[in-house]
């Protein structure tokens, strides 16, 4: 089963699973790995999914062993990413973490969800289980939109993150930076004519992001090789791509799975794209809540990790749990 609602839509939606359209798909970082969801998209009866019960009850245990890195770890290893990143000149990778939440006995994920959706609507917001795995989020960075019609793309850099309180310094600008650059060099493969947008504010929930918006018009064939050019962009990876990719496996402790990958759904008038960043692996027995962080050189290891505790809290902090 999958519940979802797109960007500033109230409509909770699923997919029937009664033919072989394509619908959703999920895809990992990697690209190895992909769930789907195939049918007709339809609309669920809000009073029909509030007598629903979705709790751990009905997940897979968690894998044995795992532990998360503490902060003393955390800090230890991003010293040694930023040595990488001063020693190869680069301008920005991407490091993450893994925060292991098991402080429950039952969590009631229909109530979790509908508070992810009420915190964040201008995101993606889902909640699917298909057996095996079980996942959670709301992001609302978009990787491509493409309009079936009028053929035009849409994509955005978005990068740098702070609190909402918080004025942007050097380094969260210098960081977004490189991702603009990287989306204006690939939309140039596919198109003569590109509109970008001044950079702002983008506000997601306690925190904010530098975000740039590009617009431009491709041939629909095209549509599938741009985005595995796109992904993964600087803001999941880094620059360069192959060379932080060898990092990041290198020296985070855990695979990504589908963090970081990205999430496809073909409606009848779009095929859209979206980065699947601030979610969380479900199971009974825990709560795998992923985050990461752009890391330059001037990053500092105890202001990195306050990030990702504050990102952790867009799941986290919406759990209902008993």
Same mark, same amino acid.
């Given at each position: 089963?999958? !519940?979802?609602?797109?960007?500033?839509?109230?409509?909770?939606? #699923?997919?029937?699973?009664?033919?072989?359209?394509?619908? &959703?798909?999920?895809? #990992?970082?990697?690209?190895?790995?992909?769930?789907?969801?195939?049918?007709?998209?339809?609309?669920?009866? =809000?009073?029909?999914?509030?007598?629903?019960?979705?709790?751990?009850?009905?997940?897979?245990?968690?894998?044995?062993?795992?532990?998360?890195?503490?902060?003393?770890?955390?800090?230890?290893?991003?010293?040694?990413? %930023?040595?990488?990143?001063?020693? +190869?000149?680069?301008?920005?990778?991407?490091?993450?973490?893994?925060?292991?939440?098991?402080? /429950?006995?039952?969590?009631?994920?229909?109530?979790?969800?509908? +508070?992810?959706?009420?915190? $964040? =609507?201008?995101?993606?917001? !889902?909640?699917?289980?298909?057996?095996?795995?079980?996942?959670?989020?709301?992001?609302?960075?978009?990787?491509?939109? /493409?309009?079936?019609?009028?053929?035009?793309?849409? *994509?955005?850099?978005?990068?740098?993150?702070?609190?909402? #309180?918080?004025?942007?310094?050097?380094?969260?600008?210098?960081?977004?930076?490189?991702?603009?650059?990287?989306?204006?060099?690939?939309?140039?493969? $596919?198109?003569?004519?590109?509109?970008?947008?001044?950079? $702002?504010?983008?506000?997601?929930?306690?925190?904010?992001?530098?975000? *740039?918006?590009?617009?431009?018009? &491709?041939?629909?064939?095209?549509?599938?090789?741009?985005?595995?050019?796109?992904? =993964? *962009?600087?803001?999941?990876?880094? &620059?360069?791509?192959? /060379?932080?990719?060898?990092?990041?496996?290198? $020296?985070?402790?855990?695979?990504?799975?589908?963090?970081?990958?990205? &999430?496809?759904?073909?409606?009848?008038?779009?095929?859209?794209?979206?980065?699947?960043?601030?979610?969380?692996?479900?199971?009974?027995?825990?709560?795998?809540?992923?985050?990461?962080?752009?890391?330059?050189?001037?990053?500092? =290891?105890?202001?990195?990790?306050?990030? *990702?505790?504050?990102?952790?809290?867009?799941?986290?902090?919406?759990?209902? %749990? #008993?």
């Amino acid at each position: 089963m999958i !519940y979802f609602k797109l960007p500033f839509d109230d409509r909770l939606q #699923s997919v029937d699973e009664k033919n072989n359209k394509n619908a &959703i798909h999920f895809h #990992s970082y990697n690209g190895l790995t992909q769930i789907s969801f195939n049918g007709d998209i339809f609309e669920i009866d =809000p009073v029909e999914f509030n007598k629903m019960f979705i709790t751990n009850e009905q997940l897979i245990n968690s894998t044995p062993n795992l532990i998360a890195e503490t902060k003393e770890e955390y800090c230890n290893t991003l010293q040694q990413v %930023i040595s990488v990143i001063e020693e +190869n000149h680069l301008p920005k990778l991407v490091y993450s973490r893994r925060k292991i939440f098991t402080d /429950f006995s039952t969590i009631d994920y229909k109530e979790s969800f509908k +508070n992810l959706c009420q915190s $964040y =609507p201008n995101a993606f917001r !889902y909640l699917f289980n298909d057996g095996e795995n079980a996942w959670m989020g709301a992001f609302s960075e978009v990787l491509g939109k /493409f309009n079936k019609s009028t053929h035009e793309f849409e *994509t955005m850099a978005l990068a740098g993150t702070l609190p909402v #309180s918080e004025g942007w310094s050097e380094k969260e600008i210098e960081e977004q930076k490189p991702v603009t650059t990287y989306i204006q060099n690939i939309l140039k493969n $596919y198109s003569d004519h590109i509109q970008q947008s001044e950079t $702002y504010d983008h506000i997601s929930g306690n925190i904010k992001h530098l975000r *740039t918006d590009f617009k431009t018009n &491709i041939k629909p064939e095209d549509l599938d090789k741009l985005i595995q050019d796109l992904h =993964p *962009t600087p803001a999941v990876c880094g &620059i360069p791509k192959d /060379f932080c990719n060898e990092n990041i496996r290198k $020296y985070e402790k855990f695979p990504r799975e589908f963090y970081a990958g990205y &999430i496809k759904i073909e409606t009848d008038e779009s095929i859209l794209y979206f980065v699947n960043l601030r979610c969380a692996r479900l199971y009974k027995d825990a709560v795998h809540v992923f985050v990461g962080g752009g890391i330059t050189a001037q990053s500092n =290891p105890e202001k990195e990790w306050t990030e *990702t505790e504050l990102k952790s809290e867009a799941i986290l902090k919406n759990l209902v %749990i #008993s």
